[in-house]
């Protein structure tokens, strides 16, 4: 398996659970963060990870077609509402 180092802030008491099951289970508490947010996006369903609008924007500014003001509506395209 190839990792990928992230950093990540916890609150004090997360970080005094998963150190204290890591050692009553022999696992490093990273091995616990791991198969924590594996669990966690498993059970999200896969529509739910493209359904932001800024991630369904991706690329919109590409097609020729696309807005062209974009920058300065942006609201309007993200959320269907002038500002």
Known sequence: M???RKQIYLDVESDRRIRKIARA???SEAEHIRRAIASYVSA???SKETE??????IGICDNKAGPKDAAIH???YLYG???
Not at 52 to 57: C, K, Y
């Open 44 to 46: 999200l369903p896969e």
């Open 2 to 4: 190839s990792l990928k």
């Open 74 to 76: 942006h609201d309007k």
């Open 25 to 27: 289970t022999g696992l």
């Open 52 to 57: 932001h609008p800024l991630i369904q924007m």
């Open 81 to 83: 509402k002038k500002r």
